[in-house]
């Protein structure tokens, strides 16, 4: 079984600052991980997610995450925010080598950006 | 190339009346998972589903809760006799069979019991 720490519930930043999301998560086996970006009203979108390789990885719009497994952390950053990026931000965990499984969720970051 | 659709966006249902929600997944997705996510809270598994088969059901409450997933036509959670704690956002996600952990979702049905 997995479980999901996000440790903010709420993330107020102004536009064009970094920004640090902090995701920690407890499993008995190896885990793939995911961020999962929510707008309002909206279903969930894959922001990005670690597999296998680097342990740091990227998305297209900026954001980065970087898998520490040491301390089973996938924290999630953006060096300079936008309004545009305010949102419900998801960290989620599903164990290796099942072939189909649950995901499972951390309650959830409200980032807001303001300007 | 269409994502996961769900249907209906939102739903209206009064206290003992029944919900059925339906998903239809990616094209080429065979698996289908069922999530809900109540009022400011993260999403929870409720069920993972095969073509005619509940792979994982363990999610779902016990009582009023089904779902099925048939050989033609799309995958349906059905909640009877709806109660207010029902009243949330059911998300539905699908994957390729060899790639469970690629999960795709559908922009939900939002259920509100009055």
């Known amino acids: 079984a997995q479980s999901v720490t996000q440790l903010d519930s709420q993330v107020p930043v102004f536009e064009e600052a970094p920004v640090e999301l902090r995701c920690n998560y407890s499993?008995?086996?190896?885990?793939?991980l995911f961020w999962y970006v929510q707008y309002p009203n909206q279903g969930l979108q894959l922001l990005l997610k670690?597999?296998?390789?680097?342990?740091l990885v990227e998305s297209i719009n900026g954001f980065e995450a970087e898998f520490n497994k040491s301390q089973t952390s996938f924290h999630l950053r953006k060096p300079s925010v936008h309004i545009s990026d305010t949102a419900e931000y998801f960290c989620?965990?599903?164990?290796?080598?099942?072939?189909?499984?649950?995901?499972?969720f951390g309650e959830g970051t409200q980032l807001t950006v303001n300007p | 190339n269409a994502g996961v659709m769900q249907n209906p966006r939102h739903l209206v249902r009064r206290r003992g009346q029944e919900a059925r929600l339906r998903c239809s997944p990616m094209?080429?997705?065979?698996?289908v998972y069922w999530y809900r996510q109540l009022p400011e809270e993260g999403l929870k598994f409720m069920v993972y589903?095969?073509?005619?088969?509940?792979?994982?059901e363990s999610g779902m409450p016990k009582e009023r809760f089904s779902a099925e997933f048939p050989k033609e036509g799309p995958s349906i959670l059905r909640i009877q006799q709806v109660v207010r704690g029902d009243s949330a956002a059911y998300f539905c996600?699908?994957?390729?069979?060899?790639?469970?952990?690629?999960?795709?979702f559908g922009p939900g049905t939002r259920l509100t019991v009055t």
């Open positions: 996600a699908s994957s390729p069979r060899d790639r469970g952990y690629e999960q795709y």
């Open positions: 499993s008995s086996v190896s885990v793939y």
């Open positions: 670690y597999l296998s390789g680097s342990t």
């Open positions: 989620a965990v599903i164990g290796q080598g099942t072939s189909g499984s649950r995901l499972t």
């Open positions: 094209k080429g997705h065979s698996h």
């Open positions: 589903l095969q073509k005619e088969n509940i792979i994982d």
